[in-house]
């Protein structure tokens, strides 16, 4: 073990130098930009992948990052001078500070906690268990088993955690009776879970890539909101809808290859056992009730989309009755909205409103439960909250160091545009297969690649910015 970690300490190293030596050896070449754009500005971005890579802390990786670029912010016009040092760290210190007093970046922050806690009291009151047992009647073969699985991942698109941790749970017992590999079961549920939550129009992820994606167009002059940045990258998510396709695919083929047919083999050999005891079938799980669920969702979403129709001209851009129901109709009204943010936090606190609502009305939840299902909820928002004001205080970090106007120097003469995202999807699935968080991945891959893609693009809002933020989404998701 501790072999090995030297192995990986070193090699990041050598990695981590060599770039940047690739880098200086490069900044001779560059325009009379670089005296503002120094080579050492790719520090901090490439710093938090490797420590990140190291230590798996992505949030740790970035306040070290942070610290190194405000000490780069000052040290190199006075180097080794005390007050030089001190303004650095001041610096860093202002990175988060000033990320915090940003009122768009309150607001993003706003919207999490009721939505953690909208989540939180559906599961709870047992309303996707009730849809679970809805849905279990009717599986009766294996192959109806592995379907049964893969919709319960559709359905729960708010949240990918819950969604792996109920769906895997409630399904195992039937797919444990027709022979199913406890493998089969992971990548099922895993490869449906994070996918559909990343491309659900509201979830517990969109507010952070549209938050994000907000930041990136505001710091680029986009005249473009986040959210139809989202929308306008949903046709070059790749990775997640081909994924989804091979699920649905493979169950209807029933071919099986690989370490899969191993332990498919051996599942028929050797059935699993079964003995987890589902909650639903204990006493102190409350009543299952199918409402409980699809009112708070149902509700989020109407809501939802109800605020950017009408907050994007929607009326206004009717043409017949039929044109409501076409892509190109709400492309246009969705990019004509401006408050996207706000609709998506009253949105989350309308759910929450029903959801409480439901649980008590139906009395699966008493008020002592929901409260702690909220305080529950709003625990399990610190670390997303946390990773956010994180990947706003390293953008800042590059802002000031003028990172993206470096890299867009060095790659904007020899690299084709549109062959900028594929390496910016192998960047980062190669960065959350390292660092093992999606978040984390984004918080460090968006602010350097997008405004490296809209150079490309000729600083316009172009196809190669585009694919770009559908290409860091997805490598996000591929770790």
Same mark, same amino acid.
């Given at each position: 073990?501790?072999?090995?970690?030297?192995?990986?300490?070193?090699?990041?190293?050598?990695?981590?130098?060599?770039?940047?030596?690739?880098?200086?050896?490069?900044?001779?070449?560059?325009?009379?930009?670089?005296?503002?754009?120094?080579?050492?500005?790719?520090?901090?971005?490439?710093?938090?992948?490797?420590?990140?890579?190291?230590?798996?802390?992505?949030?740790?990786?970035?306040?070290?990052?942070?610290?190194?670029?405000?000490?780069?912010?000052?040290?190199?016009?006075?180097?080794?001078?005390? =007050?030089?040092?001190?303004?650095?760290?001041?610096?860093?210190?202002?990175?988060?500070?000033?990320?915090?007093?940003?009122?768009?970046?309150?607001?993003?922050?706003?919207?999490?906690?009721?939505?953690?806690?909208?989540?939180?009291?559906?599961?709870?009151?047992?309303?996707?268990?009730?849809?679970?047992?809805?849905?279990?009647?009717?599986?009766?073969?294996?192959?109806?088993?592995?379907?049964?699985?893969?919709?319960?991942?559709?359905?729960?698109?708010?949240?990918?955690?819950?969604?792996?941790?109920?769906?895997?749970?409630?399904?195992?017992?039937?797919?444990?009776?027709?022979?199913?590999?406890?493998?089969?079961?992971?990548?099922?549920?895993?490869?449906?879970?994070?996918?559909?939550?990343?491309?659900?129009?509201?979830?517990?992820?969109?507010?952070?890539?549209? =938050?994000?994606?907000?930041?990136?167009?505001?710091?680029?002059?986009?005249?473009?909101?986040?959210?139809?940045?989202?929308?306008?990258?949903?046709?070059?998510?790749?990775?997640?809808?081909?994924?989804?396709?091979?699920?649905?695919?493979?169950?209807?083929?029933?071919?099986?290859?690989?370490?899969?047919?191993?332990?498919?083999?051996?599942?028929?050999?050797?059935?699993?056992?079964?003995?987890?005891?589902?909650?639903?079938?204990?006493?102190?799980?409350?009543?299952?009730?199918?409402?409980?669920?699809?009112?708070?969702?149902?509700?989020?979403?109407?809501?939802?989309?109800?605020?950017?129709?009408?907050?994007?001209?929607?009326?206004?851009?009717?043409?017949?009755?039929?044109?409501?129901?076409?892509?190109?109709?709400?492309?246009?009204?969705?990019?004509?909205?401006?408050?996207?943010?706000?609709?998506?936090?009253?949105?989350?606190?309308?759910?929450?409103?029903?959801?409480?609502?439901?649980?008590?009305?139906?009395?699966?939840?008493?008020?002592?439960?929901?409260?702690?299902?909220?305080?529950?909820?709003?625990?399990?928002? /610190?670390?997303?909250?946390?990773?956010?004001?994180?990947a706003w205080s390293l953008k800042n970090c590059c802002?000031?160091?003028?990172?993206?106007?470096?890299?867009?120097? /060095?790659?904007?003469?020899?690299?084709?545009?549109?062959?900028?995202?594929?390496?910016?999807?192998?960047?980062?699935?190669?960065?959350?297969?390292?660092?093992?968080?999606?978040?984390?991945?984004?918080?460090?891959?968006?602010?350097?690649?997008?405004?490296?893609?809209?150079?490309?693009?000729g600083q316009t809002y172009g196809l190669t910015t585009?694919?770009? /933020?559908?290409?860091?989404?997805?490598?996000?998701?591929?770790?």
């Amino acid at each position: 073990m501790k072999r090995r970690t030297l192995v990986k300490t070193t090699a990041s190293a050598a990695i981590f130098a060599g770039i940047c030596a690739l880098a200086a050896l490069s900044a001779p070449h560059q325009t009379a930009d670089t005296q503002a754009a120094p080579w050492y500005s790719i520090i901090p971005p490439l710093m938090t992948i490797v420590l990140a890579f190291l230590t798996r802390n992505v949030l740790l990786s970035i306040a070290i990052a942070i610290t190194m670029g405000g000490l780069l912010t000052t040290l190199p016009s006075d180097p080794g001078s005390a =007050g030089a040092l001190l303004a650095g760290l001041r610096a860093a210190l202002f990175y988060p500070i000033d990320t915090l007093a940003d009122v768009e970046n309150l607001k993003v922050l706003a919207f999490v906690p009721p939505i953690f806690a909208m989540v939180e009291i559906v599961v709870v009151s047992g309303g996707f268990t009730a849809i679970l047992q809805k849905l279990l009647p009717l599986v009766k073969t294996k192959r109806s088993a592995q379907a049964a699985t893969a919709l319960m991942g559709l359905v729960y698109f708010i949240d990918d955690y819950s969604n792996a941790i109920i769906v895997g749970s409630s399904m195992r017992p039937a797919t444990d009776r027709f022979k199913i590999s406890r493998e089969k079961l992971a990548f099922l549920v895993d490869a449906t879970s994070a996918p559909i939550t990343s491309l659900a129009a509201i979830s517990t992820w969109i507010v952070y890539e549209v =938050g994000l994606f907000a930041d990136a167009a505001q710091t680029l002059g986009i005249e473009r909101d986040g959210y139809a940045m989202f929308f306008d990258s949903l046709a070059f998510r790749f990775y997640s809808i081909l994924m989804l396709g091979f699920v649905f695919g493979h169950i209807l083929f029933g071919c099986d290859f690989g370490p899969m047919k191993k332990a498919q083999d051996e599942a028929e050999r050797n059935p699993p056992l079964d003995t987890y005891v589902p909650a639903a079938s204990t006493n102190s799980q409350p009543e299952a009730r199918i409402f409980n669920a699809i009112v708070p969702l149902g509700g989020l979403i109407l809501f939802h989309f109800t605020g950017l129709w009408i907050d994007g001209g929607g009326p206004a851009k009717i043409t017949s009755f039929s044109s409501i129901f076409q892509w190109q109709y709400w492309r246009q009204v969705i990019g004509g909205t401006e408050n996207s943010i706000l609709i998506l936090i009253y949105a989350s606190v309308f759910s929450l409103a029903l959801a409480v609502l439901c649980a008590g009305l139906s009395r699966s939840l008493r008020i002592s439960a929901i409260i702690k299902c909220i305080i529950s909820g709003t625990k399990k928002c /610190l670390l997303p909250c946390l990773i956010f004001i994180a990947a706003w205080s390293l953008k800042n970090c590059c802002g000031s160091l003028n990172t993206d106007r470096f890299l867009t120097n /060095l790659l904007s003469g020899s690299l084709p545009p549109l062959v900028f995202p594929a390496i910016v999807y192998l960047v980062a699935s190669a960065t959350s297969f390292a660092t093992g968080t999606s978040w984390g991945t984004m918080a460090i891959i968006i602010p350097t690649a997008v405004p490296i893609a809209f150079a490309l693009d000729g600083q316009t809002y172009g196809l190669t910015t585009v694919i770009t /933020l559908g290409a860091v989404l997805d490598g996000a998701i591929f770790g």
